[in-house]
């Protein structure tokens, strides 16, 4: 089945404790995104990443890191996690062509 | 800046025509594109807007007009489960994409 995972999907951490999402797609796809979303602001794009090693930010990217070493894999991770990061957190992926993205499940952060 | 304004709510009845609008203000245009989110679920793609003009995928139809910096998502025939909250996202770069603050749409019996 063609998808996009995330792991984990629920996360609850401290302030200041290093984590990371995972991201993997099955589709080949060379676009990746990481995205997160809060209420009344809709989805705000964090980072994104063209190809392998080719990565740029987004409207929102400080407090986070990503990498992208293999195709499949775009984890994003959050080196000293405060509570203003607290979000939804979306990851997708698209093929090349018009932005008909492909979204991951959803990984809910809290961190106190 | 950028900004994509869309309204916060629309409601309808099941069987109505409901148009969900969106103005946007973006350095770059890339195509508006739209999405549909159910509570708890990912966004799904509905229809891309490269150039002017109407694009239909079954009940839904996405309409753009680049000299006005607008466009809309037209859904007929409503059923119950287009109950969501539908995003516009304009693409201001190459890969870069701009959404809207979303649209919670509420079908009634």
């Known amino acids: 089945e063609a998808q996009v995972t995330q792991n984990p999907r629920y996360l609850i951490t401290v302030t200041g404790k290093k984590l990371t999402v995972t991201c993997s797609q099955n589709?080949?796809?060379?676009?990746m995104s990481w995205y997160r979303q809060d209420p009344g602001l809709g989805l705000r794009q964090i980072y994104y990443?063209?190809?392998?090693?080719?990565?740029d930010k987004g409207d929102v990217p400080e407090g986070y890191k990503v990498s992208r070493k293999e195709k499949r894999n775009f984890p994003l991770i959050l080196e000293s996690p405060s509570p203003n990061q607290t979000s939804l957190y979306f990851c997708?992926?698209?093929?090349?062509?018009?932005?008909?993205?492909?979204f991951g499940p959803g990984t809910r952060l809290t961190v106190t | 800046g950028q900004s994509l304004e869309q309204p916060s709510e629309v409601t309808a009845v099941e069987g109505a025509i409901v148009q969900i609008n969106c103005t946007y203000q973006t350095s770059g245009f890339y195509g508006l594109s739209w999405y549909q989110q159910h509570d708890g679920g990912a966004p799904t793609f509905l229809s891309y807007?490269?150039?002017?003009g109407l694009e239909e995928t079954g009940r839904f139809s996405s309409f753009l007009s680049r000299s006005d910096s607008y466009g809309y998502l037209l859904l007929q025939e409503l059923q119950m489960k287009d109950s969501a909250s539908y995003f516009c996202a304009v693409g201001t770069g190459f890969q870069k994409l701009v959404f809207g603050t979303g649209t919670r749409l509420l079908v009634s019996p």
């Open positions: 589709m080949n796809h060379e676009y």
């Open positions: 997708a992926s698209r093929p090349t062509g018009p932005y008909e993205q492909y």
């Open positions: 990443s063209m190809n392998v090693e080719v990565t």
């Open positions: 807007n490269a150039l002017d």
